[in-house]
């Protein structure tokens, strides 16, 4: 006991893969008074029983660099700490079965080998040659991964744990945290069976105990973590003779194979297979009251249910026959935790001061390297290197109760290999937050999508459109929903558009001061009384933090308004940089106003029959106003960019102002809109989307943003220094608009590669097809010195390479802002 640590920099509670990996990268970056806390032995919670796969796949560009970075780490990790560990490097085999999962797997080999991984497509032929026992008659293709392969993950965590003692950091085992005290100063006080521990941050990393964990923090700021328990299963075969002679012949296992549409994978495992399906007919423990989580599972095991696997085990057989002629040798269902989205739970902890979360991931080991890294740079620097916006605990907000995350973690376990489709919309887990005038919505034909748990109208259908969730399951623009955006763009072109956007996130700002603290925060002005602007915040390396309209009302009076999304992020950017002392106050106002979006050139004869405002005032002005004898705050700006006004309201008047509008609208040839129509719209006059073309990837000056950065004020804003510096030097890349010279079936998705001649040159941030323009539009970045209007590049979109010409940073549609400004 006399050793037990009573101080230190950064207390971690779990010791799985992740918390292990967190406490190795802070002492990487010199923190080394570090104390991991596990209860048990290290990895007796979901690392201990994990299978071990190591891919670098994925579809989302985060995880893909965190899951890279982890495979580079764990190649040198042995000789690097003197562990010894079994990794197997064998490559991966991913069968597709049609036309879509070769599009995903196009992308996803455009992305990886953007960030230096050798993924590569093969014909049926190739993948039987890689792997001899596969039956390849009835599948479309594959995708190969050869740095692919499986770990130890028990030698794993041990060899970080033991790199991390080398540099200092300390590990406590058989120690339980029993809760947490925060003192007013922000620091904490880590309770535990051994004694308090004195410390600045705490970090959540418990897996599938970070829920009761999480509870501890609610006095504090915190909410209830959300997460559900998955079953997994896997089992071991007994050896295969026919599968040993080969590998003594070969001197190399086969490569680990998935078949993603099937949803299992097979991996050879010493001479026997490992088969691991993520089964629809899945199960969630410790979610009802006759089924409580114990204090303790450690090392612990559910009882066996291979009769829930019997079809994926069945078809398995067909695929690779030899897993038929060898008995089960071990069953393995254990537990794995799982988030609403599959992804993990990984940086500040939301509403929660010098707290930090690194858990409930669902893979682990291939993402521990990354993770630890990650989370060490949050708490290290306070930002990360890669955006990390995928991952971040503040991407879910108040609408995540436990019917929520049940429902989302069944689904996504169910579809763990399911493909992201740009129209689709995932059924579970809906209608958390509804707007007034919700079932109006619906009964106009409105195809809803959730964004921060509130439901939007995507487009509206007409009688005899297909609505199926089948319809959706493609990568292709054409469906029924294309017909019906093309006139809803063309009614807000010709006519108007009414779009009902609940959930905007919105704060008041108001006080003695509260002006000069948006001079000294944004990178721009701010603008005058009686007016709307953009604001831009930047961290200290100039990078693109957040995007807020700031209406002022008055001297010190604002409304900051940011995506829906961004409700809890941008709050606590802002109560980041609050002086102590502010005499201001900053609320979040998100549940008490709503907005609905009139835009299109009779916009104003439609407002001029229900209300006395003046409807002279110039673009980007603001007033309050009775509209139909409602009170509104008409705000003169559109995302459209056509002449329009967001009518803002109290949330309980709502449907008046709704009705009023719709009645007045729709014999002037206005029609509802949907958020689809938005974007294709928004991407026209290039428009930027938040975490997509504005993220911590970029910096202001390389998203195209020098305008909204004053350099001549005096305040120090965040990233000034940066950005000068930046200027001085030039920039790396440069924020493009393009067009597809002939546009094929699909738009450019997230992060599709640029090409001229045979190198990757950028990337793209957001694609739709523009509809007043005619064209396929795509928004990126760019290499600085090919940034020259008039020239070509070529769009990777799922494998395919369209000539694309390059545009002036500025709108296609009405670059003059004539029509906005009407």
Known sequence: ??????????????????????????????????????????????????????PSFSTSWAVMNMQRYSLGLYKGLAAEVDYPMNYHVTGSIRLAHGKERMQEFARAMGMGNYQGLNLRLL????????????????????????????????????ALAKGARQMGAKIERFCSATGVTQHPNGTWTVHTEKGDIDCEIVVNSAGYYAQRVGEWFKPYGGRTVPMVTMSHQFFLTEEIPALKAWTEAQGHKVPLLRDVDVSYYLRQDKHGLNLGPYEPNCKAHWVTPDDPQPDDFSFQLYPDDLDRLEAIIEDAMARVPILGSAGVGRVING??????????????????????????????ITQGGGAGKVAAEWIVDGKTEWDMWSCDPRRYTDYTDHDYCHQKAVETYGHEYGMHFPHHAWPAGRDKKLSPVHDRIKALGGQMGAYNGWERANWFAKEGDDT??????????????????????EAVRDAAGLLDL?????????????????????????PKVGRIGLLYFADDRGRIVTEMSAMRLDEDFFFLITAAVAQWHDMEWLQKHLPEAAAFTLTDVTKEFSCQILTGPKSRQILAGLTDADLSLPWLTHQSAQLDGTWVQLVRVSFAGELGWEVHS?????????????????PLGMKPFGMFALNALRMEKGYRAWKGDLSTDYSMLEGGLDRFVKFDKPQEFPGKAALLAEKQRGVAKRFVTLTLDQAGPSDAPYMSTLWVGDQVVGETTSGAWGYRVNKSIALGMLRADLAVPGAKVEVDIYGIRYPATIHADAPLWDPENARIRA
Request: proline share 9%; hydrophobic share 35%; with cysteine.
């Open 1 to 54: 006991m006399s050793d037990f640590p009573t101080s230190a920099r950064v207390v971690i509670i779990g010791g799985g893969v992740v918390g292990v990996s967190t406490l190795y990268h802070l002492a990487k970056k010199g923190w080394t008074d570090c104390v991991l806390l596990e209860k048990n032995e290290l990895t007796a919670g979901s690392t201990w029983h994990a299978a071990g796969n190591c």
């Open 123 to 158: 014909t049926p032929e190739e993948a039987q040659e890689l792997h001899p026992f596969l039956e390849t008659h009835d599948i479309k293709g594959a995708l190969y991964d050869p740095d692919d392969g499986d770990i130890d993950p028990a030698q794993l965590t041990q």
């Open 335 to 364: 537990p794995i935790p799982y988030a609403p989205d599959g992804l993990p739970l990984l940086g500040p902890m939301p509403g929660v001061k010098n707290a930090f979360e690194a858990c409930v991931f669902t893979f682990g």
């Open 468 to 489: 199926s969730e089948a319809a959706t399951q493609t990568w292709d623009r054409a469906g029924p929903w294309q017909p019906r955006i093309k006139e809803e763009c």
């Open 502 to 526: 609940p959930g905007f996130s919105r704060y008041r700002l108001q006080g003695p001061g509260a002006a000069d603290f948006l001079r000294g925060l944004c990178t721009g002005g701010i």
């Open 650 to 666: 109290k949330v309980e008047d709502t449907p008046a102002v709704y009705d009023a509008l719709l009645r007045a609208g729709t």
